[in-house]
């Protein structure tokens, strides 16, 4: 080999990313130009309207359940805002237990807890959905299953639904990261008695922080509604039941404040409208990821089902059975390269990634088929900042360091 050979196949071989995994997309133009029109007028109070207007949170809220189908929606603080009022709605209370996943983001156990109830914890199967067979196990011990689809992975949705109908759970969804999903044609939070999103920078639209809840349920819109901190002033809502429905709820339930903005609500208004599309770009850059990554020895694809509409906002794969510390070179190795892997193996929890365990407010569970699995999670976000490109050369990055660290031995 020539030297000019040599050199560039080490230049081949030492590519380097040099993108940014925590960076979105700037907010768009006509977001903008409606946040300064809230700005401008000073009305940034969800319930502050000039007469006759129409608030930004009121016409968001509206939109919101014309895209999912509900019948009524509630745009709140945050996405664990919005767990922790379904969990309120629905009636649960101090001591009750709530059963939820292994494998979730620390505010969904979080929500559980804030309401004085204990999460119990169901295991993660290689597909890094629900173990539906767990959840059978586990189906007497509570009356309210909080099903986070974590990462956007959907478990059998039919099944689910079943096991639910069966034993009397009442389902909670956290769609924080399946808005705009679905399973078999029904949209992700349309199983669910409620469901909840996030608008928070790093989900499917960006207000900062943010969330929604959706129900059919009358009663449980009511209270929502009022939970959130809506005074007197329900009647203003677009997408709230009818003032009937606040009748006897009125008197009865708290005030804890968590509303949305009209700030907020006129930066995601033209977002949400964009969904469609901006669920086209990720899923395009998961797929370079995922074909090129296919049939690397070592590293296992998480299948997608064909019944699943996912959106491929964050990319898992599956290092499964490896010891720890070539899982731990791969992260090292990868990272010196600019690609930044999360490990849900990691014995103490790091930035956004904890696990079951780490959550020791909660009563203690041993998992050792869902440790197998968390052990061998490797997540990475995919921003669309990143182009088809970047995804590529992520994927020959990280393909050429497990290989180089399963060759290894
Ligand atoms: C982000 C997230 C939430 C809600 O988070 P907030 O920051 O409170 O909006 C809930 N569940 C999962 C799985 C999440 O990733």
Known sequence: MTVRALRSTYWAMTEIFTGNFTQQEPIPDDAIEAALAVLHHGRLHRYN??????????????????????????????????????????????????????????????????????????????????????????????????????????????????????????????????MGGSWNGIASGRHGVVACYSTQTYKHINSGEGGFLITDDAKIAARAVMLSGSYMLFERHLAAPPPEAFAELKYVTPNISGRMDNLRAAILRPQLRDLPRQIERWNERYRVLESGLRDTPGLRIVERHSKEVYVGSSFQFLLLDWEEDKVVDVVTRCAARGVELKWFGTPEPHGFTSRYDSWRYAPGQSLPDSDRILRGILDLRVPLTFSQEDCALIARIVRAEVGAVWQGG
């Open 49 to 178: 309207t000039a007469p006759g207007e129409l608030s930004e949170t009121a016409l968001l809220e509206q939109e919101f359940a014309t895209l999912t189908g509900a019948a009524y929606a509630l745009a709140v603080a945050s996405g664990g805002y919005a767990l922790a009022t379904a969990l309120r709605a629905v009636g649960v209370g101090p001591g009750d237990r709530v059963l939820t996943n292994a494998f979730t983001l620390a505010p969904v156990p979080g929500a559980i807890a804030s309401v004085g109830a204990k999460p119990v914890f169901v295991g993660v199967t290689e597909h890094l959905t629900l173990d539906l067979e767990e959840l059978e196990r586990q189906a007497d011990q509570a009356d309210v299953l909080m099903l986070s689809h974590m990462r956007g992975h959907i478990c059998d949705m039919d099944r689910l639904a079943q096991i639910c109908d069966e034993r009397g759970l009442t389902l909670i969804e956290d769609c924080a990261h399946t």
